[in-house]
């Protein structure tokens, strides 16, 4: 008896629909808009959905502080001494900044995979997220007079000014 060994055929690839894959997660926000991506899973949708927007909304904050520490990195480096951004400074805005609630934050993607995974892209205009930061920082000059929030601000709107992909939170 003879033969010859052969190799088995190669499976196609999977479709993109099969790989649980949201085509519009890796899509850059538009110049004048931060976006912020979360998901969830859960027993009831509804759990999942509130859940993911939250996430969403956590990422922005996520990156509103990221250019909120580097702008006042900035700002100490531009300053004299005892015109600096002090620890309980810096802290007591990152504490406002976490508790922001982006109520002018809109949904505008969301969709359910098939392994049940709600994904949702809430998206946040540059300008509302600017006035916000500059009420934080205009709220700490009666604790610190010295601190300058319009210079401050100016190095927030170049680190906001960078293109970032959006944050995606799934926990």
Do not use: H
């Not at 894959?21 to 976006?35: F, Q, T």
């Not at 210079?151 to 939170?169: C, L, N, S, Y």
């Amino acid at each position: 008896m003879n033969g010859c060994k052969s190799t088995p055929q190669t499976p196609p690839p999977p479709e993109m629909k099969d790989l649980n894959i949201i085509d519009w997660l890796s899509l850059p926000p538009p110049d004048d808009e931060l976006w912020g991506i979360g998901s969830a899973v859960a027993e009831k949708d509804y759990e999942a959905m509130l859940t993911a927007t939250a996430r969403a909304k956590a990422s922005i904050r996520q990156q509103l502080q990221r250019y909120v520490d580097s702008a006042l990195k900035r700002y100490n480096e531009q300053v004299d001494a005892e015109n600096r951004a002090d620890d309980s400074l810096i802290e007591g805005v990152a504490f406002e900044i976490n508790n922001m609630l982006l109520s002018e934050s809109i949904v505008n993607k969301r969709e359910q995979t098939p392994n049940k995974v709600w994904w949702y892209r809430v998206s946040y205009k540059k300008p509302d997220a600017r006035t916000a930061v500059f009420q934080i920082f205009d709220g700490e000059i009666e604790r610190y007079p010295e601190f300058n929030p319009n210079r401050a601000i100016v190095f927030f709107d170049e680190q906001m000014g960078k293109t970032d992909p959006p944050f995606v939170t799934s926990k």
